[in-house]
């Protein structure tokens, strides 16, 4: 069945008391009685109530697994990285182009500006990121998702490396670059995962796996988390 049906469904389902009451509002508010109105009110009430808390639990297993929860990992265990690390939740969303072999990886950059350093840091999220099957032997799929992190990380030594530059650093000026670089890198994943139709073009995998390794060992001085700097206020 549709996942999406059967979450229709399950919705209809839990509210056809409530349906039920608001049949009963209309039939009998013609007659005059406003009695079926007050226990419409009631069960909505109580609906939202129960609710509530079912959308919040749901919402947030969606964003982060809790269930099976593993902290952030950094860019330099990437070499430990396999499919058993990739714990998060999916509900619906269960193939893709009809493939259910599929993957994505949830990566980010952190920063942090002192008066005498900055750090920027890139970070992959166990507990958010999903595959459909953890137990899948796809070594392809698997460096294709790794390679977002790469690409991440490259981002990361490209914003170190303008801020390692700046000659009259700030707060301001840092934090503008890093909000570039970020939007940037956004940019870059996107024409990475169209141009390799998320890893089935493999000529084109391959081309940016070297862009991205080539770059990365360009900028490998840089990969230090840290930059040594007197910020200026």
Known sequence: MNETLLAFLIVLVYFSPLLYQLFLVIKEYKLGNKKP???FRKYLKYSLIILFPIVVVFLTLSHT?????EKPMTYDKIDQITFENFRGLEFFK???YGNKHFAYIVTSIDSKIDDKEVTVQSYFYPSRSYVYNSHVSSKELLSHELYHFKITELFVRKAKKEIAALNEPSKE???SIIERIIIEKNKYQAKYDYDTFHSYVFSEQKKYEKRVDSLLNLLSKFKNPKIQINVKN
Not at 65 to 69: P, T
């Open 173 to 175: 000026r840092i934090k």
């Open 65 to 69: 697994n809790y269930l099976n929860y």
């Open 94 to 96: 269960k193939s893709l």
């Open 37 to 39: 109105l007050k226990n």
